[in-house]
Structures are given as C-alpha cells and as structure tokens.
T-cell receptor, first 111, second 114 residues
Framework: SQQGEEDPQALSIQEGENATMNCSYKTSINNLQWYRQNSGRGLVHLILIRSNEREKHSGRLRVTLDTSKKSSSLLITASRAADTASYFC???????????FGAGTTVTVRA | NAGVTQTPKFRVLKTGQSMTLLCAQD?????MYWYRQDPGMGLRLIHY???????AKGEVPDGYNVSRLKKQNFLLGLESAAPSQTSVYFC?????????????FGQGTRLTVV
C-alpha cells in the first residue's frame, strides 16, 4: 500500500473560495512535499515542509504538518481557474530516503 | 537548462517485447527515481537510486530492472513487457536528502503494451 493517502479524492469549488486537502502517512519522515500535476503533464513542486516544522507559507499556499498524527494539510486560498489540477503529497521516509506519493486530490475550480 | 529529460515520450510494445526507458538529468543530482502512474493510483515508486552505481527497490519493482552506471542517467528496463505494464512512467531527480530539496520531474513516457 502507498505511504501517503490524500483526502478528499476530488474537490470542486468556486473561483475565489479556499481549497483544503489532507494527507496522512504511515512511517517516520524527513520531510513532506506537495506537488501539482496539470492534466497530461509532469509534476511540479509546490512546497516542502521539514519534519521539525509545523507550518509553512508560500504565496497563496499554506501547509501544516502534525507528526504526532502523521498528517498534513494543504490550503490554497482565493482559488483561481488556473489552480485546477491534481495535487499530491509526497513523503521522504527517514530510514531509506524513498520519496513516496499518495493517490492525489483532483481539484476543479469553477469560474 | 534541460532539467530531467525522458526518452522516448511515447511507445507501443507487443507483449513479450523488451525496451529501455532513459532518464537523463543535468543538475548533478544524487537521487533518481522511476514511478508509474495509473488512473486513480497516483504515483507508485518502481525503483530508485541514491547515487551512481546504486539501485534499490520501490513499491512495485516486479517486471522491471534499472541501472545507474552514470550519475546523470537512470535506465528503466522491461525485459518481457506485459499489458499490466501499460502506464505513464515518470522519472525524477533530487539532491541529497540532507538538503531537503524537492524532486524535479520529467514529462513522462506513455507506454502501451498490446
């Protein structure tokens, strides 16, 4: 089974609204990363949070990490049509440096 | 700056044929990864490498082999292709873990096995 699991699987919101998605993982990590994938394209890195950090911001993105619950959340504020994409969390595990991905959340932003 | 380049971009194979996918990166990254992406499954790690001459198994290694003879290249081989290996394959690379940096992805190889 995969290391990371995103929730929800799909999300549809109106332009201007906020989008929140969650990620849970199973084993000890060095860091957790979020990526975006537009349809048919490669993945693009959005933000990385280290295991000793609790919150991080980058533009309209806010990421939190709770290592005690083995979970993270990604918040996209004031969403735009261009934010329509699939979002994946990835964890780098502590013991073997694997970078493992979850199944992703598909976000649709309606104009 | 090319980043991560995958060759080929598309390929159709017959069952039982073999092929090699090439991943090349020009960023002097130590770590390289091969993933497959299937609908609804996200990315699953096939094999990865933490440096030249090293390889390790990921979540779904069966039916694939890899080699990292040069630091900049990571090859993924299918010895006897099966329809279950129809997928989109992504290669990625990153610096050492201690630097906590992100992975850079290629644009993918769409493989169909008939």
């Amino acid at each position: 089974s995969q290391q990371g699991e995103e929730d929800p699987q799909a999300l549809s919101i109106q332009e201007g609204e906020n989008a929140t998605m969650n990620c849970s993982y199973k084993t000890s990590i060095n860091n957790l990363q979020w990526y975006r994938q537009n349809s048919g394209r490669g993945l693009v890195h959005l933000i990385l949070i280290r295991s000793n950090e609790r919150e991080k911001h980058s533009g309209r993105l806010r990421v939190t990490l709770d290592t005690s619950k083995k979970s993270s959340s990604l918040l996209i504020t004031a969403s735009r049509a261009a934010d329509t994409a699939s979002y994946f969390c990835a964890t780098e595990t502590s013991n073997d440096y694997k970078l493992s991905f979850g199944a992703g959340t598909t976000v649709t932003v309606r104009a | 700056n090319a980043g991560v380049t995958q060759t080929p971009k598309f390929r159709v194979l017959k069952t039982g044929q073999s092929m090699t996918l090439l991943c090349a990166q020009d960023m002097n990254h130590e770590y390289m990864y091969w993933y497959r992406q299937d609908p609804g499954m996200g990315l699953r790690l096939i094999h990865y490498s933490v440096g030249e001459g090293t390889t390790a198994k990921g979540e779904v290694p069966d039916g694939y082999n890899v080699s990292r003879l040069k630091k900049q290249n990571f090859l993924l081989g299918l010895e006897s292709a099966a329809p279950s290996q129809t997928s989109v394959y992504f290669c990625a690379s990153s610096y050492f873990s201690d630097l906590n940096t992100e992975a850079f992805f290629g644009q993918g190889t769409r493989l169909t096995v008939v």
